[in-house]
């Protein structure tokens, strides 16, 4: 597609549920990232795919959290049994490759609220 | 390790001045360095970059950014300010390794007042 898609754009879950969020990179694309934004925490780091190599999970903050990318395409971002700190923005992004200064296209985020 | 601080939390410009958004860098070597834009419930978008050559760098919708070695500062600036410039503004720097993410500020959040 022209951009990357994030779907839900918004979530609201209760406690203790788990949740999927969906990432569709720009075609071509062999780096996806994850990040969280929560209120003036600016974006952590949640985990990150370059091609067919092994994930970076170092950003995950708990087994809670996982991550998936099928076929080198699109990404999922699992959190099981939500707690209400997970209350955030996630946001997808994707760039060509991997190199340091290739920027990363955004996607407008999952806005995801946990009750 | 490398990290990145952007100083001011909220800045508030008048429509028509100028503006400079500050980001500090903590970093060994030559850092590649990005300023992004979020707009209210959007993503972000790439503004400008920075990893060698000239140090003052042009971006899109009119801004750029100086990257001063001797001060680790890679700061943001427009010459005259819009209304539409109201947003988040993220600083990021790209670890030295290849292959890992970006490191971002907690961002500085503009308001234009007419």
């Known amino acids: 597609g022209a951009g990357v898609s994030q779907s839900p754009s918004n979530k609201v879950t209760e406690k203790g549920k788990d949740v999927e969020l969906r990432c569709d990179p720009i075609?071509?694309?062999?780096?996806l990232y994850w990040y969280r934004q929560s209120l003036g925490q600016g974006l952590e780091f949640l985990i990150y795919?370059?091609?067919?190599?092994?994930?970076?999970k170092s950003g995950l903050p708990s087994d809670r959290f996982s991550a998936e990318r099928t076929g080198g395409s699109v990404s999922t971002l699992t959190i099981q049994r939500t707690q209400q700190e997970d209350s955030a923005v996630y946001l997808c992004?994707?760039?060509?490759?991997?190199?340091?200064?290739?920027?990363?296209?955004f996607g407008s985020g999952t806005r995801l609220t946990v009750v | 390790a490398q990290s990145v601080t952007q100083p001011d939390i909220h800045i508030t410009v008048s429509e028509g001045a100028s503006l400079e958004l500050r980001c500090n860098y903590s970093?060994?070597?030559?850092?590649?360095l990005f300023w992004y834009v979020q707009s209210p419930g959007q993503g972000l978008q790439l503004l400008l970059k920075?990893?060698?050559?000239?140090?003052l760098v042009q971006g899109i919708k009119g801004f750029e950014a100086e990257f001063k070695r001797s001060q680790s500062s890679f700061n943001l600036r427009k010459p005259s300010v819009h209304w539409s410039d109201a947003a988040e503004y993220f600083c990021?720097?790209?670890?030295?390794?290849?292959?890992?993410?970006?490191?971002f500020g907690k961002g500085t959040t503009l308001s234009v007042s007419s």
């Open positions: 920075y990893f060698s050559g000239d140090t």
């Open positions: 075609s071509g694309h062999t780096a």
């Open positions: 795919f370059q091609g067919n190599s092994a994930p970076d």
């Open positions: 990021a720097v790209a670890p030295n390794q290849a292959g890992t993410a970006l490191i």
């Open positions: 970093y060994g070597a030559t850092p590649y």
């Open positions: 992004a994707s760039s060509l490759n991997s190199h340091r200064g290739e920027g990363y296209t």
